[in-house]
């Protein structure tokens, strides 16, 4: 069981910028897939981003491609979600997950984005 730990989030006025961290400690980090997801208040948790094991390959959701970047550095077990541009509706407590096989089945606490117009 890998533990995750997200950090960076905060308050940001629309068009501001972010970037959100996640820690990750136990298993070789290596060995997972990696992606974010987020969830706002009174609705669904709903996919942002995800990246595979060596960082070559990387996926968004139609609402924020062109605006985040999923990134990860495997030698200081880090993955990242550089986020540009943000509108209010990106506002939600965002989760950093790991998949080792049968998907995310491994969640960090959450951080929060608020995102004021």
């Known amino acids: 069981q890998v533990q995750l730990v997200e950090s960076g989030g905060g308050l940001v006025q629309a068009g501001g910028s972010l970037r959100l961290s996640c820690a990750a400690s136990g298993p070789p980090f290596s060995r997972y897939d990696m992606g974010w997801f987020r969830q706002a208040p009174g609705k669904e948790r709903e996919f942002v981003a995800d990246?595979?094991?060596?960082?070559?390959?990387?996926y968004y959701a139609d609402s924020v491609k062109g605006r985040f970047t999923i990134s990860r550095d495997n030698t200081k077990n880090r993955l990242y979600l550089q986020m540009n541009s943000l509108k209010p509706e990106d506002t939600a407590v965002y989760y950093c997950a790991a998949a080792a096989g049968r998907g995310y089945d491994n969640w960090g606490q959450g951080t929060q984005v608020t995102v004021s117009s």
């Open positions: 990246i595979n094991k060596n960082g070559a390959g990387t």
